[in-house]
């Protein structure tokens, strides 16, 4: 079944920015089928949407942090990617990667029901 | 886009009921059927509980079920059990094509 990997340093300094991949095994990245997010999690606080990739590469981001994000996809290493720039220690968190929705043959479907074990990042000097 | 509102906690004896609740705004819970919630016990990745307000995976144990009223969804668990011990989300598609998560809560079996 569908299974997905973070990876990526796991301490970034202030100002830099924080570059983290996801592996997906077991099925197809490139199916139109399916879209792919991330999500992530300071320590002791709530789960907070970053934003998702669609099919075409259509992207879609938290407005709050839409000017220092970037999702892509690369198809060929079955990879999505997470680029957030100028991070500061409020950016430390464990950041989960996401199968984030799709399209079935009658409807769109908006729910993680496939998820990472989760990286921890810290945002340190 | 503001965080959707959960209690903090909430907690039962083994075997009761419980009700979680999440409450958000037209653009959000009550514009769309696309609730969800999620089960993370510590250290752990979450997991999908319910899906579509009111749907559950295969493998979820039927004690779970979702409903949505208004601008407000809720979970219930019945026949509490020490398991279920963990914190909750909930989460909505919203009108600007983005998704918004609960504020979480935390459920203790006493």
């Known amino acids: 079944q569908l299974q997905l990997q973070e990876s990526g340093p796991g301490l970034v300094k202030p100002s830099e920015t924080l570059s983290l991949t996801c592996t997906v095994s077991?099925?197809?990245?490139?199916?139109?089928?399916?879209?792919w997010g991330w999500i992530r999690q300071p320590p002791g606080k709530g789960l907070e949407w970053i934003g998702n990739i669609y099919s075409g590469g259509t992207t879609y981001y938290n407005p709050s942090l839409k000017s220092r994000v970037t999702i892509s996809v690369d198809t060929s290493k079955k990879q999505f990617s997470l680029k957030l720039n100028s991070v500061t220690a409020a950016d430390t968190a464990v950041y989960y990667c996401?199968?984030?929705?799709?399209?079935?043959?009658?409807?769109?479907?908006?729910?993680?029901?496939?998820w990472g074990k989760g990286t921890t990042v810290t945002v340190s000097s | 886009q503001s965080a959707l509102t959960q209690p903090a906690s909430v907690s039962g004896s083994p075997g009761q009921s419980i009700t979680i609740s999440c409450t958000g705004t037209s653009s959000d819970v009550g514009g769309y059927n696309y609730v969800s919630w999620y089960q993370q016990h510590p250290g752990k990745a979450p997991k999908l509980m319910i899906y579509e307000v009111s749907n559950r995976p295969s493998g979820v144990s039927n004690r779970f079920s979702g409903s949505k009223s208004g601008n407000t969804a809720s979970l219930t668990i019945s026949g509490l059990q020490a398991e279920d011990e963990a914190d909750y989300y909930c989460?909505?598609?919203?009108?600007?094509?983005?998704?918004?998560f609960g504020t979480g809560t935390k459920v203790t079996v006493l």
């Open positions: 996401a199968k984030t929705g799709g399209v079935t043959t009658f409807s769109y479907y908006y729910y993680m029901d496939v």
């Open positions: 077991g099925g197809s990245i490139s199916s139109s089928s399916y879209y």
């Open positions: 989460s909505s598609y919203t009108s600007s094509s983005i998704y918004v």
